[in-house]
């Protein structure tokens, strides 16, 4: 079952602060978040797994709230450079060697000098 | 140090044709996993292979759609008699072997090949 991702969209001016929620009705394993420009692959952006520690690094962050199935993913004091669309991708079984992921529909990310 | 490599980067065929699409993992992946994305849609899981194993076709339609990953050479994506809702994105990623479980992986995403079927 695909995730929840919201807001659908958010413009920003830059310095401005965002966060992106991805919610899962399933147990999850892992969250994976990506953020993928227009015409371009999708870049992997950070990885949380279940009971693991939040992760970040530079200005973009995210949590994992194992009970309530929810990643936060947070970006601080916006750049130009991180206006995109902005995907979860979630892992409901652990597998001992890798399996597929799940993405939600995404979330529009513009930021404005 | 290479990347995901996909080819061709853009793709068309009319309709009936055949479409291969080539995809070779990052060295020291053993992993590889096909997804599709419509125009302003997201990515929709299609496939995951090993070398010389499909692990899980869920995602893959039944007719006209096969995948392999031999033991030499790229995964091949293999769309028989296109039709045009087949126009998209096909994105290739991959990923290590996770060595023991309560590890995460990432998955690396290639360039994709754009299929435009006319």
């Known amino acids: 079952q695909q995730p929840v991702q919201s807001p659908q969209a958010v413009i920003l001016r830059e310095g401005e602060d965002a966060v992106i929620n991805c919610s899962s009705s399933?147990?999850?394993?892992?969250v994976h978040w990506y953020r993928q420009k227009h015409g371009e692959a999708p870049v992997f952006l950070m990885i949380l797994l279940k009971g693991g520690e939040q992760k970040g690094h530079e200005k973009i962050s995210a949590s994992f709230n194992e009970k309530k199935q929810q990643s936060s993913l947070y970006l601080t004091a916006s750049q130009l450079s991180y206006s995109g669309t902005y995907f979860c991708?979630?892992?409901?079984?652990?597998?001992?060697?890798?399996?597929?992921?799940?993405f939600g529909e995404g979330t529009q990310l513009t930021v404005n000098p | 140090n290479a990347g995901v490599m996909q080819n061709p980067r853009h793709l068309v065929r009319r309709r009936g044709q055949e479409a291969r699409l080539r995809c070779s993992p990052m060295k020291g992946h053993s992993h590889v996993y096909w997804y599709r994305q419509l125009p302003e849609e997201g990515l929709k899981f299609m496939v995951y292979?090993?070398?010389?194993?499909?692990?899980?076709e869920s995602g893959m339609p039944k007719e006209r759609f096969s995948a392999e990953f031999p033991k030499e050479g790229p995964s091949i994506l293999r769309i028989q008699q296109v039709v045009r809702g087949d126009s998209a994105a096909y994105f290739c990623a991959s990923s290590p072997l996770r060595t023991s479980i309560g590890t995460g992986y990432e998955q690396y995403f290639g360039p994709g090949t754009r299929l435009t079927v006319t």
């Open positions: 292979l090993q070398k010389e194993n499909i692990i899980d």
């Open positions: 399933k147990a999850l394993y892992s």
């Open positions: 991708g979630t892992e409901k079984v652990e597998e001992t060697s890798g399996s597929r992921l799940t």
